[in-house]
């Protein structure tokens, strides 16, 4: 009966050891995910000050300032991109 207990008991943890590698990377792809929605973030306010100067300076009509704040925000979905995957 001790034997059947410990046996039960060692195959439980076996169990439970086994399920670790997964929890860990549903964590490591929510860091992911979460790095790249921070440089999402931080690209969109460099998206705004980059059409701001732009504006500024009147090297450019609004449909070029407008181009350029695309083309910033695409490398910052690029870049988040290239982090989650």
Known sequence: MV???LLFTALLA???LAT?????????QAQQ???GRDVR?????GARDTKQ???ASNEKSNAG???DKRQTKQGGR???RDLKY
């Open 3 to 5: 034997r059947l207990k």
């Open 14 to 16: 076996t169990m439970f």
């Open 20 to 28: 670790l590698p997964d929890l860990s990377w549903g964590t490591e």
């Open 33 to 35: 995910r979460r790095a």
């Open 41 to 45: 973030q931080d690209t969109r306010q």
């Open 53 to 55: 100067a732009c504006r």
């Open 65 to 67: 300032c407008r181009q």
């Open 78 to 80: 690029q870049t988040a």
